[in-house]
């Protein structure tokens, strides 16, 4: 996972006082300020994962402090740009979204095959999503055939990373590091499902880990149980998480250990290759 960016308001009082710009006498007009603005996109798209310095950006665009501090400052506000430590500018969120939105799409038409064989063969709602940073951000679901169906969220849904069987089946498939950042970040919310805490969750994790598959309930929905897996990518990384939702009296261990076997077969017989 990409180290954490921090965001902090930019101000003209961090450029130096004896630093004079020209252009500070002289309100930009939109066409130049946007100009401007997007050769230091330009230049921050370009540059290492590390960011680029004010002093580099005032070389590659030809500008002085004070013009590239008040373009930052809007570009960090409208997302386009982030701040990495003190010093040091990055891509932001609202740029790092764009992919992330192509490939759920991929990820949604590549697996509901995957969930409409699996709904099939229990009868219940299965469901797919994917990680949006700290939360899991659901991207498909099928509709079974029995007839009460457990609708625990709808295509679109986020919430925190692991209170859901799909996500915690791909939390717990990535690695301690990623997996303490993600629960960290969510530790604030996590009470709002059903008495969930950081350290129930870590516990969670571990028993999915040996399990192999998740299981969970009472947490998301109230008397619902569901039963997760992770599916990896070509390079087997885990990019997604699958689960089939339903009350607690269609979920007895051996309907999950059932579920979960249907799940794994899916996979293999329909992503071979992975996501």
Not at 72 to 90: C, D, M, P
């Amino acid at each position: 996972m990409p180290a954490r960016v921090a965001t902090r308001n930019v101000r003209q009082a961090d450029a130096p006082s004896n630093v004079k710009d020209s252009a500070d006498t002289v309100p930009e007009d939109g066409a130049r300020a946007l100009r401007r603005g997007l050769m230091l996109l330009d230049a921050i798209l370009a540059g290492s994962r590390e960011g680029l310095r004010v002093v580099d950006l005032c070389r590659i665009a030809g500008l002085e402090r004070p013009t590239v501090y008040r373009l930052l400052a809007t570009l960090i506000e409208t997302g386009y740009v982030a701040q990495r430590g003190r010093f040091r500018y990055v891509t932001g969120p609202r740029l790092a979204a764009m992919p992330q939105r192509q490939a759920s799409t991929a990820v949604a038409e590549r697996i509901r095959p995957v969930l409409s064989r699996v709904s099939q063969a229990c009868g219940d709602a299965a469901f797919a999503i994917v990680r949006d940073g700290p939360l899991s951000h659901c991207v498909a679901r099928h509709v079974g055939t029995h007839p009460v169906q457990v609708l625990v969220i709808q295509v679109g849904t986020r919430q925190p990373l692991g209170v859901g069987a799909a996500g915690l089946a791909l939390l717990s498939a990535l690695p301690d590091a990623t997996v303490g950042e993600i629960i960290a970040a969510n530790a604030d919310g996590l009470g709002h499902y059903n008495g969930m805490t950081p350290d129930r969750l870590r516990i969670l994790v571990r028993s999915t880990r040996e399990r192999g598959w998740s299981v969970i309930g009472n947490h998301a929905t109230r008397n619902v149980l569901a039963v997760g897996m992770a599916v990896p990518n070509a390079d087997g990384e885990p990019v997604a998480g699958i689960s089939v939702a339903t009350t607690l009296a269609r979920m007895p261990r051996e309907r999950q250990q059932l579920i979960a076997r249907v799940m794994r077969e899916s996979v293999a017989a329909l992503l071979p290759d992975g996501l």
